[in-house]
């Protein structure tokens, strides 16, 4: 049986050794980004350009934010809800700067260059217990459903 809390920090885990994950806000349809995760519960920062739609979304006004995330052995996934704005704070930039992000700009100072906060309200995080298993239960008779039901929780993200 696995709690809401080890959910949530699976979650956080996978996500900062994978970092790959879908961003989306209201208007804009989610895309591949690289997150960055400091102190394993949010904020999710990331790189981007002025052109990304994510960027022009939210040069006005933070928006409602959505992340999806898969990790790559498909054993974890999560819907992440939360606000979404652009922070380009040049302390910041500077902590999270890494040959990674320089790769695609021409320095710390590209006019291209933006940081966008993503700030995870709530989630729903789901464990991929071994369909295998549960194929091979059903097969011999056995409801697979009931060693599953803990395998997903709905979390409050953040501090805590």
């Known amino acids: 049986?696995?709690?809401?809390?080890?959910?949530?920090?699976?979650?956080?885990?996978?996500?900062?050794?994978?970092?790959?994950a879908m961003l989306g806000c209201s208007g804009v349809y989610p895309k591949p980004?690289?997150?960055?995760?400091e102190e394993g519960n949010g904020p999710m920062w990331f790189f981007t350009a002025r052109e990304n739609d994510l960027a022009e979304a939210t040069t006005r006004k933070?928006?409602?934010?959505?992340?999806?995330f898969t990790s790559k052995g498909h054993d974890l996934f999560a819907t992440v809800g939360g606000s979404l704005r652009q922070d380009n704070d040049r302390k910041v930039i500077d902590r999270l700067w890494n040959p990674f992000v320089a790769a695609w700009y021409t320095g710390k100072d590209d006019p291209k260059l933006r940081l966008l906060r993503f700030d995870p309200d709530t989630a729903e995080i789901w464990q991929n217990s071994s369909s295998l298993l549960a194929g091979i239960k059903m097969l011999v008779g056995i409801d697979p459903k009931n060693d599953y039901q803990d395998d997903v929780a709905k979390v409050r993200m953040g501090k805590g």
């Open 1 to 20: 049986m696995t709690t809401h809390k080890e959910l949530k920090a699976k979650f956080w885990e996978a996500l900062d050794k994978e970092r790959t």
């Open 33 to 37: 980004m690289t997150a960055q995760v």
């Open 62 to 68: 933070p928006q409602q934010g959505l992340l999806l």
